[in-house]
């Protein structure tokens, strides 16, 4: 649960989310954002609170990065969890909140697309440090129980 992997790869999710997020959403996207929602923005935000959602969201998703690592090169299996990440941390979570705070739709897809960089940015990162750690899983060794296979014959004989 708090192996080497899950601590190292965590520490390296937490520091893309956190940068990339300052990034594009600090300095960037804030006055784009600004103009587009009508909820409004903290533009101080609590920086405890912050730093330790980050740094649970990157435990947690080296944590269950490994549980859908198909043994793919660092970009595609990072992209396909950042992808997957997205989904649950933020789109999902995006649909929930505009039921409570109901923002413009054009806010809501710009706010989307702009974290799907971020999370795709995320993922490659994650996927790269931890292609040291993970394998994917062998196939199953025949059984001793099982004969071998009789060696095939050679065609045109």
Known sequence: MFSKRTLIGGLVAFLVLFIANWLLWGLIFMSTWENMTTVPVNTE????WLTLGYLFYGW???YIYPLGYEGGGAAGEGIRFGI???????????????SFTPDSMTAFVFAQFVNLVVYVLMGIALAMVMERFVE?????APSASTPPAPPEEPEGF
Do not use: I, R, Y
């Open 45 to 48: 935000p609590d920086m405890v």
């Open 60 to 62: 947690l998703f080296a």
């Open 84 to 98: 997957v990440m997205w989904g649950v941390a933020s789109l999902a979570t995006g649909m929930v909140m505009q």
């Open 136 to 140: 994917p899983e062998a196939p199953a």
